[in-house]
Each structure stands twice: as C-alpha cells, then as structure tokens.
C-alpha cells in the first residue's frame, strides 16, 4: 500500500502553509474543524505582521481576532494561541518544544496536534489521526479501530518503519481527495485492489 503511494508522491507534506515550528504550530491549532485552505488566507495576513510568540503575544486576543475572524471557531483559537505564546516565552524561550508531554501541556494542543508538530516540524515518526485517517484507515482495513487513539495505535504497529515518517501525510491527503467521506472516488484509487471495504465502488466508472 505504501509502496503505491510513494511512488506516486515520493516526498508528501502538509498543505498548511509555515516556515517555522512555531508558525506551523498556530496553523494546527488554527486547523480544527477547519479548512487548510482558510488557515492559509488568514495566514497570509497574519504572518507578515506577527509570526513569533512575542509579536502574536503583543498583538492580544481583541488584536488577533482581527486576522483570523473568517476562521471557525475564532474566539477560543485566539484565546488559545496567545496564552500557547505567553507559555512558550515563560517556559522554553520562545521555542516550540520537541516532546510531547511539553506540547500537550498548551492550550489548544492535544494529542493530534502534538503528533502533527513533532512528525513534520521535527522529523519524528508519529502519525497524528485525523478524521480523513481514521476514515482511510477503517475502511481499507489498514488498522481498524473504535477511536482515534486505537487506530493510531495500530498504524504505529503495521506501517514499516521506512514509511513511517510520510504515513500521516499519504493517508490525510488519500482521504481528502480520493476516499472521501460522502463519495469516495474509487475509480481513482491507487490501492483499490488493497482496500477491503465491502462497499467500494466498482471501476466500471473509470
């Protein structure tokens, strides 16, 4: 399976847009129940007035609303990220921690979040489940499970370790614009002869 999608796209990575840990890590946090695409709007505007814990701390909730407002959920991610930024210059200096039990300790940053931040911005081979994986991994039988953590769980158990590192973003991009939620696009599935879900579509539509 990951030999498929390797070959198809050799170096994946996350459509967020970022330069640096710290940015990716607001883009994250901004990402919950959230499009990439709006992430990167507000983004444009906001990074090049304030792209450190300093000057997005400096902004305030009131200052930053104003360039993440057409994003959901914009008063608590405001909230969140400004003290996420007063915590990272209290704490570690302004630096963006590599492990998880630091990052999970900011606000607005859970176990998903946290794995996003460590695989992608510092190379470690975690998998953070989102609803396109947790969707990908269950119907295809990659590793079934009843929550995000079990199916998480068995990824890190079944995915070779030389695919490890890319297997978040093979699967996220997979179950965003191939096995979709509403109508999977199984005509255009490069492991449709892998997949063992039952109601997959034939590829007489291809």
């Known amino acids: 399976m990951f030999q498929l999608l390797q070959a198809a796209n050799p170096k994946p990575t996350t459509e967020l847009t970022y330069t640096t840990p710290f940015e990716l890590l607001v883009a994250v946090i901004l990402s919950a129940q959230a499009t990439d695409v709006s992430v990167n709007k507000a983004l444009a505007r906001l990074y090049p007035v304030a792209n450190t814990p300093a000057a997005i701390s400096d902004l305030g909730v009131t200052g930053l609303k104003r360039y993440i407002k057409s994003i959901g959920l914009y008063n608590t991610k405001a909230k969140h990220i400004i003290d996420t930024c007063r915590l990272l210059i209290e704490q570690h200096q302004g630096q963006v921690p590599a492990d998880r039990k630091s990052l999970e300790a900011l606000p607005g940053v859970g176990r998903k979040t946290a794995n996003v931040i460590l695989n992608t911005a510092f190379g470690q081979p975690t998998i953070a489940v989102d609803t396109h ?44 614009y191939v096995c979709t939620a509403r109508k999977p696009r199984c005509e255009k599935c490069l492991i449709y002869e892998l997949c063992k879900w039952r109601e997959k579509s034939g590829r007489s539509s291809a």
């Open 133 to 176: 994986i947790y969707r990908v991994a269950n119907r295809t039988g990659l590793a079934p499970g009843r929550n995000v953590l079990e199916v998480e769980n068995k990824l890190l158990k079944v995915v070779p370790a030389e695919y490890k590192q890319d297997a978040h973003h093979w699967l996220i991009l997979h179950g965003r």
